[in-house]
């Protein structure tokens, strides 16, 4: 069964992808925040990790949690796709240069589709 870290910090939006992940067969582990994101993943060992950009303190948000787990050998081998409604190229092209297979913008695509995405980087 493979493992997925969902860091969102919307409960309703995280429970949601969790649920959808589930029925796919995923085992699914949530963060609502940097911190907490860094723990579980390091506890957790998930096969990837689902990532908010957004999070809610403006200092440990999605960059600041690439950054930490590009300098973390531990985790750093876990693929991330970002994802995210904050759309401004800068910030985008930051994530991509940390390491981010990719980076969606969650409007443009349905929850299923994003368990799809994932399942693709899996194979």
Same mark, same amino acid.
């Given at each position: @069964?493979? !493992?997925? #870290? &969902? ?8 429970? @949601?992808?969790?649920? =959808?992940?589930? @029925? ?14 860094? !723990? #579980?993943? !390091? ?5 990837? &990790? *689902? ?12 960059? /600041? ?5 590009? %300098?973390?050998?531990?985790? /750093? ?6 994802? %995210? ?6 910030? =985008?092209?930051?994530? &991509? ?6 980076? *969606? *913008? =969650? ?11 994932? !399942?693709?980087? #899996?194979?």
């Amino acid at each position: @069964m493979p !493992k997925i #870290l &969902i860091i969102e910090d919307e409960r309703v939006l995280a429970e @949601m992808y969790k649920d =959808k992940f589930e @029925m796919a067969g995923f085992e699914v582990f949530l963060a609502f925040d940097c911190k907490e994101g860094i !723990k #579980l993943a !390091k506890e957790k060992n998930p096969d990837l &990790i *689902l990532l908010d950009i957004l999070l809610p303190i403006p200092t440990e948000d999605g960059i /600041s949690f690439l950054k930490n787990w590009k %300098s973390d050998p531990k985790i /750093s081998k876990i693929p991330v796709i970002a994802f %995210s409604n904050y759309d401004d190229p800068k910030v =985008k092209n930051e994530a &991509i240069e940390l390491g981010v297979k990719e980076y *969606l *913008l =969650k409007t443009n695509f349905t929850p299923q589709q994003i368990v799809e995405k994932v !399942k693709e980087y #899996l194979k």
